[in-house]
């Protein structure tokens, strides 16, 4: 089994910073694409930005710039640096992972919990 567990989330005014940690645990053999995902009140989930294993890395346009994703596959964490927040960052934001894990021949998705950001003007 294999849990993915976030943290780092909260509240910022606008213009202010926050850094977000998804830890991935359990019998992992190897990860490849791992992500962050968000979702706000009324709309449907969007991808924020997303890493391969070897480094590749897309952001969703809104957060170019503002936003650095970043992985340790040691410690088999994604991060989510986010800087210059808006009030329109305020959303749940979820971690996900393709993992393939031990005794699988088989990659699958599996995701974080998810943590609240909210951002006041």
């Known amino acids: 089994q294999v849990q993915l567990v976030e943290s780092g989330g909260g509240l910022a005014q606008a213009g202010g910073s926050l850094r977000l940690s998804c830890a991935a645990s359990g019998s992992i053999f190897r990860i490849n694409d791992m992500g962050w995902y968000r979702q706000a009140p009324g709309k449907q989930r969007e991808l924020v930005a997303r890493i391969s294993n070897e480094g590749s890395i897309n952001y969703a346009d809104s957060v170019k710039g503002r936003f650095t994703i970043s992985r340790d596959n040691a410690k088999n964490t994604v991060y989510l640096q986010m800087n210059s927040l808006k009030p329109e960052d305020t959303a749940v934001y979820s971690c996900?992972?393709?993992?393939?894990?031990?005794?699988?021949?088989?990659?699958?998705?599996?995701w974080g919990q998810g943590t609240q950001v909210t951002v006041s003007s």
């Open positions: 996900n992972a393709d993992v393939r894990y031990s005794g699988s021949y088989n990659y699958r998705p599996y």
